[in-house]
């Protein structure tokens, strides 16, 4: 999004404008308990623009809706999308990016009960969707992660923990975060 425009919060512009997200494995949506959560503000604006911004998403305020935390799209609402996986395994992402800006990117695993990052992160670009380059890195958009094998009994509830895909557009100014719930497999 250009800076000229990062004011608009108008449906036609979050529609016209996509910029990027996780497309598989399958990554949390909006749902019901959202709404309850963080308001149906928050999820008309994803509902619009599945690869939007933090930025366009607003908030209701409530103490219980992060929108840092998976764009405040919440567990309750995608028990039946929960993956499994195996300490070791890899992990096959796709992404779509039709609108790149340069900035850092990484895949964690978070704790969803404090929203920090278990370990160390799984994958770290210190530059990822450059709009600068002719043609995206392939790995941009098709990468993989291996699952750690220290977890010990964590992330094995579903809910517990969740993959996290961060990337911020330096310039832009823009956040984007999907979330893939998982269970580790013992
Ligand atoms: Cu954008």
């Not at 928050?42 to 209701?60: F, H, K, M």
């Not at 300490?87 to 990117?105: N, Y």
């Not at 978070?110 to 278990?118: G, L």
């Not at 961060?166 to 497999?185: H, I, L, S």
């Amino acid at each position: 999004m250009r800076s000229s425009i990062l004011f608009a919060s108008t449906l036609w512009a979050a529609t016209a404008l996509s910029h990027g997200n996780i497309t598989s494995p399958p990554a949390r949506q909006p749902g019901p308990v959202m709404q309850q959560v963080c308001g149906a503000a928050a999820v008309s604006a994803i509902l619009a623009d599945g690869t939007g911004p933090l930025e366009n998403i607003q908030s209701n305020g409530a103490a219980d809706c992060n929108i840092g935390l998976c764009k405040g799209a919440q567990f309750e609402d995608n028990q039946a999308l929960v993956q499994a996986f195996a300490p070791g395994e890899q992990v096959p992402f796709t992404a779509e990016l039709p609108i790149p800006h340069e900035g850092p990117c990484n895949v964690s695993i978070v704790d969803t009960a404090t929203n920090t990052v278990i370990g160390q992160p799984l994958l770290v670009f210190d530059s990822y969707a450059d709009e600068n380059l002719a043609q995206l890195p392939p790995n941009n958009t098709a990468f993989s992660v291996t699952m750690p094998t220290n977890l010990g009994t964590s992330c094995q509830v579903p809910g517990e923990c969740t993959m996290q895909w961060f990337w911020f557009g330096t310039a832009a100014q823009q956040t984007y975060e999907n979330c893939v719930d998982f269970v580790m497999t013992a």
